[in-house]
């Protein structure tokens, strides 16, 4: 009988290797027969919360059967659940954090950060139903700063064509000046804020 070529695969992120291979490169996880039952792939970040409070979710996430992971981070713990409740997830947590933190002792909850939602660092602004019946979340304020440079640049423009305006008007002999003042005004009011 001709033996079957198996090719391990990873248990978290599912990429195969040849035989003779025993670890996954990426993950470091012990690499499982092809045949073997895999558990759900989780690879992506619900949020980072304060260490008490992702106990908490954790075993919410127990109780519910949603594979997820648990890493620390200085002070602070990420939790990884499965791409495809990742969104609906984060949605469910904003609407309802205040039942999560009711399920911590009050001397777990005075020792919460002060952040928006109580111990959830990078909490979502808050969610709503699309018009698809889909859970939508607004990204969270630190993840939303990526685009905060482009808004400045508006403003700025605004400000020195208003300068250089003002300058080549005054200087009288300047005029220049006032319409390369006048040109960085109006780009300026015009870019996104």
Do not use: K, N
């Not at 003002?166 to 005004?185: D, E, M, P, Q, T």
Request: glycine residues 12%; contains cysteine; hydrophobic residues 45%.
């Amino acid at each position: 009988m001709t033996g079957v070529a198996t090719m391990p695969i990873c248990p978290r992120c599912h990429d195969t290797y040849v035989d003779g291979v025993v670890a996954c490169v990426d993950c470091g996880l012990p690499l499982l027969p092809d045949d073997a039952p895999l558990p759900a792939r989780v690879d992506r970040l619900l949020g980072t919360f304060d260490p008490v409070v992702a106990d908490r979710l954790g075993g919410l996430l127990v109780h519910r059967g949603i594979p997820h992971r648990l890493v620390d981070h200085e002070g602070r713990t990420e939790v990884i659940v499965d791409r495809e409740w990742a969104d609906e997830l984060r949605a469910e947590l904003a609407t309802s954090w205040g039942e999560v933190l009711g399920g911590l002792s009050a001397d777990e909850r005075v020792d919460l950060p002060s952040t928006r939602l109580r111990g959830w660092y990078d909490a979502p602004e808050g969610a709503w139903i699309d018009r698809h019946g889909r859970i939508q979340v607004d990204p969270a304020e630190d993840a939303d700063r990526a685009g905060e440079p482009v808004r400045l640049w508006g403003p700025a423009l605004a400000m020195l064509g208003t300068v250089l305006a003002l300058f080549g008007w005054y200087a009288g002999r300047s005029l220049g000046f006032a319409v390369l003042g006048i040109a960085a005004l109006v780009v300026g009011l015009l870019l996104p804020r």
